[in-house]
């Protein structure tokens, strides 16, 4: 077997068979197809696509290219979330916490922010003394204790994935069904949850732009999931305007500790809810109560415990950043968009996020919404608040935010799309 044989099976529409599949996976994770090779095969991939058999023997040979994790000894039962990525997409550090308050374990694997979306490591990172990285055991041991875990994914997980998608995001071969499905499926399935809840994001903020491209993911990742017994489920959410009203990684954790709290915006308590429910479902659960564990205070009590078991300090204070600049509403009337993709841009280029997987992001930088789209907004009055410790990332941000935002004359009938759009599985 060759690598170049490969590559011109899907250059030319082939399909490519198991044998290709195996080899090819394996020798790129071992060095031996080299990673222009291997960019080649994954442009011709997005150009031409797979089936779902290709799809699914992708996924099952970049599983084997390292360990599973085994949660069998656990005395509860396990389910995980895993969203594909959006502009203030804080959900899992209420969420995680909230589940275990229900009765679920919740192996977290999580990642850092590349490009315009969050990272969950990033925002917890922000919290005093909070470790990412632990080690399989320790990892267990958090888990069997709190309930509830969120750290990096181990080096052994899933490798030829790691490479693979440090290779994609500078190639240009991100935004390809089948390389995201089984990319987000191989390390969910590796890391041997027994429930698995997606949140795939639709709208100018996610990488899916379209309901039907959407859909057609959450299909996939709901089949390849289910074909290896993980017990999948996918809902359809709204990432045409931020979540919630901060982006960035302290903001974003304040604004969880508030929902933790019991307050917090409508929609992120809403998509918190709507995961939780379909996690403890998935992993029998039904009668549990989200809703209770976030009134009663139990699931404060599982996030305090978490960020302790990973040495943080629940109490300290969060970091701000040491410059802002506010952005005034241009006229009165009501806000009739807030683009996602544009203030998650901004936030970015204000610390938020980094541009190479190398750079380090700033904890207090970030973006405060003063209004959602729907809103009733006065001249003058802050619609956004811009955070940064390096005052000369304000003009970048503020290009970003050029046109991102529209306010309609005063009356202008509006109706917010639904935080949930539709449920596949
Ligand atoms: N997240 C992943 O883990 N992989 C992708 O390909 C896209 C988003």
Not at 249 to 275: C, H, I, K, M
Not at 339 to 349: E, L, P, S
Not at 396 to 424: I, M, Q, S, Y
Request: with cysteine.
């Amino acid at each position: 077997m060759d690598a170049i044989s490969v590559i011109r099976t899907k250059r030319d529409r082939g399909r490519l068979d198991d044998g290709q599949i195996d080899w090819v996976i394996d020798a790129y994770t071992r060095g031996e197809v080299a990673d222009e090779q291997m960019s080649a095969l994954a442009m011709a991939i997005l150009l031409n696509g797979m089936d779902r058999a290709e799809i699914a023997r992708w996924t099952a040979a970049m599983i084997a290219s390292g360990e599973r994790m085994d949660f069998s000894g656990l005395a509860r039962p396990t389910a995980d979330k895993h969203s594909t990525g959006g502009v203030g997409d804080k959900i899992t550090l209420p969420l995680a916490p909230l589940v275990a308050a229900c009765g679920a374990a919740v192996p977290q694997l999580s990642g850092r922010g590349l490009g315009h979306t969050g990272g969950t490591l990033d925002k917890l990172e922000s919290v005093p003394g909070w470790r990412a990285s632990l080690g399989n055991d320790e990892m267990l041991a958090v888990l069997a204790d709190v309930g509830a875990v969120v750290c990096a994914a181990g080096d052994g997980l899933a490798p030829a994935d790691k490479k693979l998608y440090a290779l994609r995001d500078v190639t240009g071969t991100v935004e390809s069904i089948p390389l995201i499905a089984s990319s987000i499926m191989s390390k969910k399935i590796a890391e041997g949850t027994g429930a698995l809840v997606l949140d795939v994001k639709v709208g100018s903020g996610a990488f899916m732009k379209t309901l039907q491209d959407a859909r057609e993911l959450a299909a996939t990742m709901v089949g390849l999931g289910t074909d290896h017994q993980v017990r999948t489920v996918a809902l359809l959410t709204d990432m045409s305007t931020p979540l919630g009203l901060t982006a960035g990684n302290a903001l974003e954790v304040r604004e969880s500790v508030e929902v933790l709290a019991g307050g917090g915006p409508a929609d992120v308590v809403e998509l918190t809810l709507a995961l939780a429910r379909e996690m403890l479902d998935a992993a029998g659960l039904p009668d549990a109560d989200p809703a209770k564990a976030l009134a009663d205070g139990s699931a404060m009590d599982a996030w305090r415990r978490m960020i302790r078991a990973q040495g943080g300090d629940p109490d300290a204070a969060l970091p701000v950043a040491r410059e802002r600049h506010v952005v005034a509403v241009p006229a009165s009337g009501v806000l009739t968009a807030l683009d996602a993709y544009g203030v998650g841009v901004a936030a970015w280029r204000l610390g938020a996020g980094r541009a190479r997987k190398e750079d380090a992001v700033q904890a207090g930088a970030g973006i405060e919404l003063h209004a959602k789209p729907g809103d009733t907004v006065v001249a003058g009055a802050p619609l956004l608040t811009l955070h940064t410790d390096t005052p000369e990332k304000f003009e970048g941000a503020l290009e970003a935010l050029e046109g991102a935002f529209t306010v309609g004359p005063a009356g202008t009938p509006f109706t917010p799309p639904p935080v949930v759009l539709d449920r596949v599985g």
